[in-house]
């Protein structure tokens, strides 16, 4: 899962994007308000963390940018201002949740998982396919009911499968949710964590769709 981080803060913003890493999250960071309203238009991301007072452009008009060009990202916005009509304006330009500074990290993984979650269309916590189940507010995967030891990259693809679940995943569409930005991506990169993952859960669940993608398979 990949987020797009907005906030100018020198000291908050590296450190939100340093704990959301350590949930394994994918991250990319923009410092001001004309680079995230690029960003969110060009590039595909599951959610945004989004302050209001950005330099460039403010955070109220890069989500009514992102809204006119129908990116339906959920957007999450962070910022200091608590004031009722800052709430009303955020939500009227799209904002899907609204966290004012001082906060807790953790009551802000656990907001973006429930809604990363629930645009995938699933209304429980816990989602499951044949013997994997996802604690989708939790981040902890199961097979058999035994916690499953995943790198960042492994958690990232099958947390996109998982949520997707009997669907195909374009394969760079995966690409380009698992990856940051900047990163240099392997062009064979994706089938060696592919390769990793069906060692782990078991080599008939993930089904390659030759030219296309991959699909987690549910057993009936």
């Known amino acids: 899962m990949r987020i797009l981080l907005v906030e100018d ?3 908050l913003g590296p450190a939100i994007a340093r704990a959301l890493r350590e949930e394994k999250f994918a ?24 302050d209001l007072g950005l330099p460039g452009r403010d955070g109220i008009s890069v989500l009514k940018a992102w809204r006119d060009a129908h990116r339906d990202l959920p957007v ?4 200091a201002r608590d004031g ?17 500074k ?4 953790e009551e802000l993984v ?20 044949g013997p994997l189940s996802f604690d989708t507010q939790t981040g902890v995967f199961e097979r058999d009911g035994l916690p499953l030891k995943l ?11 998982m949520l997707h ?21 392997d062009s064979n990169s994706l089938e060696v964590i592919v390769g990793r993952l069906r060692k782990k859960i078991g080599a008939t669940l993930i089904e390659t769709v030759r030219g296309r993608g991959y699909r987690l398979v549910c057993p009936a």
């Open 110 to 129: 656990m907001r973006l998982r429930a809604l990363m979650r629930r645009a995938a269309g699933h209304a429980q916590a816990r989602v499951a396919c």
């Open 151 to 161: 790198t960042a990259f492994e958690w990232r693809v099958l947390s996109q499968l």
């Open 84 to 100: 009722w009509s800052d709430k009303v304006a955020g939500f009227k330009a799209g904002a899907d949740d609204f966290l004012v």
């Open 76 to 79: 999450l916005i962070l910022t």
């Open 9 to 11: 803060d020198r000291d």
């Open 27 to 50: 991250v990319d960071v923009a410092d001001n308000g004309i680079d995230a309203a690029h960003l969110g238009e060009t590039e595909r991301f599951d959610a945004a963390v989004l």
């Open 165 to 185: 679940r009997n669907a195909v995943i374009e394969r760079l569409d995966l690409l380009e949710r698992v990856y940051e930005g900047d990163a240099d991506v």
């Open 102 to 105: 001082p906060f807790r990290v």
